[in-house]
């Protein structure tokens, strides 16, 4: 009933959107081909890692233990959405963080004049009508990279998940991360735990190019024990293969070490050495303690020990470290 019925356009001659349909099917060909070649260099990163981990000689303390390297080639969008949820104030903090030191390292890279310095090699006549013995002045080459380098290892211990710390200390590898990659600080950012083997969790890596290392971040758990001794070393090492002259290891932990034959006295040998060694190499290495186990932690790092007592404050605490190493760089 009614008007209903067929009909034909005999001169119907398209939509016009044909030169569109081509550059949006060029635009998602290419996306997927990027896509792709992402997956494939990420791939090879693990390898990488990978093989670099079984190249380490690891010590006596963990004689047949095997260290096995974990990262996404693939991030699901369920890791970019939940960043997206908690990341906006935690960036705010890292960028009020960056304002600190930025000028300082944009006047690094650019060089220019320093004047007005109190000693030297070179006076400016000019100032002596100051007559407060700030005559002398230095000239600073241009330089196209910074000289210091940052890796933050954290635990992910089951004890993590007590006090919300693994909460803080994901929180604190997020701000720390955005602040390092703002000011083109290398940074690579690691997480352990002990099943049977050492599971170390590269979230971050000085040689990513996919842009999505952010989004690994939020895969930071609370898991199982923790060989601490052979996750340091390996995370030592790659800051080794950096060229930079200042290299900053960060430790974020909750206590001892506990993984299957590796506790008390001998685990704690096993650090102080593996911090002894890599000092004399030119790492320098922080503690960060966020647990009831600080005395202990104290006794391994010594005068790395950091003490957080309020977690809040973890990676503003954390942040001025790194922008003290910059300033005791650069601002001289």
């Not at 600190?100 to 944009?106: D, E, M, P």
């Amino acid at each position: 009933d009614g008007d209903g019925g067929t009909s034909r356009t005999n001169d119907y001659a398209g939509s016009g959107y044909v030169s569109q349909a081509a550059e949006d099917m060029e635009r998602i060909m290419t996306q997927l081909a990027e896509d792709a070649a992402y997956a494939s260099y990420e791939q090879e990163l693990s390898e990488e890692l990978q093989a670099e981990s079984d190249r380490i000689r690891y010590g006596n303390a963990h004689k047949g233990v095997h260290v096995n390297i974990n990262r996404m080639a693939y991030v699901d969008p369920s890791y970019m959405e939940a960043y997206q949820k908690v990341a906006p104030p935690l960036l705010l903090i890292s960028k009020r963080l960056q304002k600190q030191v930025s000028q300082i390292l944009k006047d690094y890279r650019e060089g220019g004049k320093l004047d007005n310095l109190p000693m030297g090699k070179r006076i400016n006549v000019r100032n002596a009508v100051r007559n407060d013995g700030r005559l002398f002045y230095k000239l600073k080459l241009p330089n196209d990279r910074t000289d210091i380098a940052v890796a933050i290892l954290n635990d992910e211990s089951g004890s993590m998940s007590g006090s919300n710390r693994i909460t803080h200390a994901r929180s604190a590898s997020i701000i720390l991360h955005d602040f390092c990659k703002g000011l083109d600080i290398p940074v690579a950012v690691y997480g352990h735990t002990e099943y049977r083997d050492v599971e170390l969790y590269a979230y971050a890596e000085f040689d990513s190019i996919d842009n999505k290392d952010q989004y690994r971040l939020m895969d930071m758990s609370a898991r199982s024990g923790n060989r601490d001794g052979a996750a340091l070393r390996y995370v030592a090492e790659r800051l080794m293969t950096r060229p930079e002259a200042i290299k900053l290891l960060i430790v974020i932990s909750d206590g001892q070490p506990a993984a299957d034959n590796y506790y008390g006295t001998e685990a704690e040998a096993d650090l102080r050495g593996i911090k002894k060694e890599y000092s004399a190499r030119g790492i320098e290495m922080f503690a960060a303690a966020i647990g009831s186990d600080k005395p202990n932690i104290q006794r391994i790092y010594g005068d790395g020990f950091l003490d957080i007592t309020n977690l809040e404050k973890l990676p503003v605490n954390l942040g001025r470290l790194i922008i003290q190493k910059v300033k005791n760089r650069y601002a001289a």
